[in-house]
């Protein structure tokens, strides 16, 4: 990511109120559409040229693949992020697991980290408490730390195994997910293709899924 980019996102580092008055307050409805959807073209173009180079895609997914307990991790609209990437990675690997703070507790897998886990954290500004705590617990508990956020110097990037630092500029009041989304897309393509057994399992989740009928008729 290069510093002009990165001056680009340190503006995101306001609250969302900030950012509705600085963007999108006494706009008008077309004018602000217009300014979204150039910020998301450029935005994607930058996020497709930054995935293409940087090797800690490739990294990244292998540390997932090899670890025996793949726990994810997010709060807040985090959490969206968190959700998507398990119930992507759970389609062709064994034993992913959302830590929702309700089934899946953090207190619950703290007390039992294996060196063979691995905890993939998404950690974007506004940056939870929760999610630095539980991940710098893990983290010392012996896990292996992935960490999914915005700045180079947030507060996870020093401890983690692997850092994917995605850029989330935005014309709007809210940070853009679009390059968040990508990195989830890319990374669980990236995972599913080199996991031993995913194409047996992907098998047996369609013939089970037709067995249940989960699906309207094609």
């Known amino acids: 990511m290069s510093s002009e980019r990165r001056d680009v996102n340190a503006v995101e580092l306001g609250s969302p109120h900030e950012r509705y008055d600085a963007r999108v307050q006494r706009r008008s409805a ?6 979204v959807i150039e910020q998301e073209r450029e935005q994607l173009a930058h996020a497709l040229d930054w995935a293409a180079e940087d ?10 693949v090899a670890a025996r307990r793949r726990f994810v ?6 959490f969206t992020y968190a959700s998507l990437i398990a119930m992507d990675l759970s389609a062709g690997l064994a034993n992913v697991v959302l830590i929702d703070g309700t089934i899946v507790r953090p207190l619950d897998v703290l007390s039992d980290v294996r060196s063979s886990d691995v905890l993939v954290a998404f950690s974007l500004a506004r940056y939870r408490k929760y999610t630095v705590d539980i991940a710098e617990l893990f983290k010392k508990a012996g896990g ?3 960490v999914i956020t915005d700045t180079p110097d947030a507060p996870l990037v020093s ?32 995972t599913t293709a080199s996991a031993k057994g995913a194409g047996r399992r992907l098998l047996e989740r369609d013939r089970l899924a037709e067995d249940l009928g989960l699906y309207l008729d094609e």
């Not at 077309?30 to 300014?35: A, S, Y």
């Not at 990294?59 to 997932?64: E, G, P, Q, S, V």
């Not at 390059?179 to 897309?185: D, E, G, P």
């Open 55 to 64: 090797p800690a895609f490739e990294r990244t997914a292998a540390l997932i």
């Open 73 to 78: 991790l997010g709060a807040a609209k985090s």
């Open 144 to 146: 292996t730390l992935v």
């Open 30 to 35: 077309l004018v602000l559409k217009r300014r």
């Open 159 to 190: 401890i983690a195994d692997e850092c994917l630092i995605v850029d989330t500029a935005s014309a709007s009041f809210a940070n853009s997910p679009t390059s968040v989304a990508l990195v989830i897309h890319i990374l669980t393509t990236l």
